[in-house]
């Protein structure tokens, strides 16, 4: 088994009340590629620029991630810089330079197009099934979009959304997307668009999922200390989809379980800048906060 | 097993984007006892003016609630107005009539002083702490609060904390009594104030408790329709205290089953005006949602 993801890879500067991080290594294709790779290898597809350094590019060696897609573009590596608020709720774009991600247009290497799970991240939903044309038959499609993509390219997502199995954003988007506040009713409305999977971030909230088995809602882990949310939502992805990939299998409890896995990682990638944690971060850490999330959540029947 | 509430029983006017519900039944004790009483007897104390009809108090019939501490003073009873914004997150308040609940002074009658259980609704704390001198050392005591104590009556409120063994307050009041942003930070901070289990609510987010066992979350059921979240919060405690006093125990399994059972009750008191839905519930569609809840959440291990 093998996961292709297309994405970012950027530098990321950012500002929490806690300090300040000047053009480390993000992009939603690196935390979800270095989340995915605990379970299974990773095909990444992403653009970065030629001032994009061997220094960031180690961030993904002695793992099993294939950068035969990552390619090199004439000119600089998107850059995205954010600041956030006391709480950590909120935060300000300070600026988005798109750079060479702007006129990227993924191809998929031919050792890439057999890939059996495949992670659209937040690009054009009209590039996001240009990738789908390129690949032969994946088991399980995701995607991710935004409220750009909702707001600007409905119909364009809509025709994506046919073609998804699994859909992650967030409750904003959610409720923008169907047109419906009430969580359940956007959720069915979303589910008639395509998708068999709805995963709803909630951020510090945790996670909702509904599929044919009803609903699922996780937690998120009660952490003392979180240093950076940056990423969070695309580390999820990871460990749910590497999870997924790895070990997981296709019935409700694979998914569930993939839930509470993705939580597991983001919970770890929000405490450090970057992707420091999740570069330290050990098989055995892993196991032990998903069973921290069983604790978290557990109760016996009446 | 019994309960002893001490809190209001007023009149609501309501406004959602589902409808108006004029001078219609509410106030914490009333949403509490009526919860509450699905598992024990309910002693209740609060007060009403002259304008409290017989029509009102049929909500308590039939029911193990004992209405000789519902005080009946000269005077016109509380009465709330509220409307709720079209996302039901927040609401604006109409008016604050406290009338004969401005002078409430609990006088708790002595077939209610050995409650082994008790409740003390979101009331001056030195009055909460007056009723506590009034009983004979009851076996859990819990405890509602509000910013405008939290930031008018610090020290008092923090004396009457030193006597309680749960405190159910909501998110925001668990960072302003903390003064810490973080909820684990803040939950440490206030279970060093006295209560040694803080039961944190998050309305459509759900639930957190802290206990020395470690922390809990419980997700809110996912419901297609919300109708009026007047109550909810009250009804949750009625929910949790009733379980324990009538079959939970005491231990950490015990709290967490009572987490449950309160989102249960509460998940159907938003699905109707003031206490209607709760008045026609029976202990088979509790139980029902009860196991509801334990697929909304239930996962295995690795």
Not at 224 to 246: I, S
Not at 279 to 292: A, C, M
């Amino acid at each position: 088994m093998s996961i292709l993801v297309v994405g970012s890879v950027a530098y990321d500067t950012v500002e929490t009340p806690f300090g300040k991080a000047e053009r480390v290594l993000g992009g939603s294709a690196s935390f979800f590629s270095v989340a995915a790779s605990f379970f299974v290898p990773v095909n990444l597809v992403a653009v970065v620029g030629n001032d994009f350094g061997e220094k960031e590019l180690a961030a993904f060696k002695d793992r099993p991630i294939d950068l035969s897609g990552l390619e090199r573009a004439e000119g600089k590596t998107f850059h995205w810089s954010g600041k956030y608020s006391y709480d950590l709720n909120s935060r300000d774009t300070i600026f988005t330079d798109l750079n060479v991600f702007e006129s990227f247009r993924p191809k998929i290497p031919a050792a890439f197009k057999k890939s059996e799970y495949v992670f659209l991240g937040n690009i054009d939903p009209a590039l996001q099934r240009d990738v789908l044309d390129q690949v032969e038959k994946p088991k399980v499609v995701a995607c991710d979009t935004m409220n750009f993509w909702i707001s600007g390219r409905l119909e364009e997502l809509k025709k994506t959304l046919a073609r998804v199995d699994v859909l992650l954003i967030n409750d904003s988007e959610a409720r923008e997307l169907s047109g419906e506040w009430n969580i359940v009713k956007a959720a069915r409305a979303i589910r008639a668009m395509g998708p068999r999977a709805l995963v709803i971030k909630k951020g510090e909230h945790g996670v909702l999922m509904f599929t044919t088995h009803g609903a699922f809602a996780a937690p998120a882990y009660p952490l003392e200390d979180v240093f950076d949310p940056t990423g969070a939502g695309d580390t999820f992805a990871g460990g749910f989809m590497g999870y997924l990939a790895g070990r997981g299998g296709e019935g409700d409890g694979a998914l569930r379980r993939a839930i509470i896995m993705g939580s597991t990682l983001a919970s770890f990638a929000v405490e450090a800048f970057s992707l420091d944690r999740l570069l330290r971060l050990t098989r055995e850490e892993i196991e032990q906060r998903f069973q921290l999330f069983r604790q978290l959540t557990h109760f016996e029947a009446l």
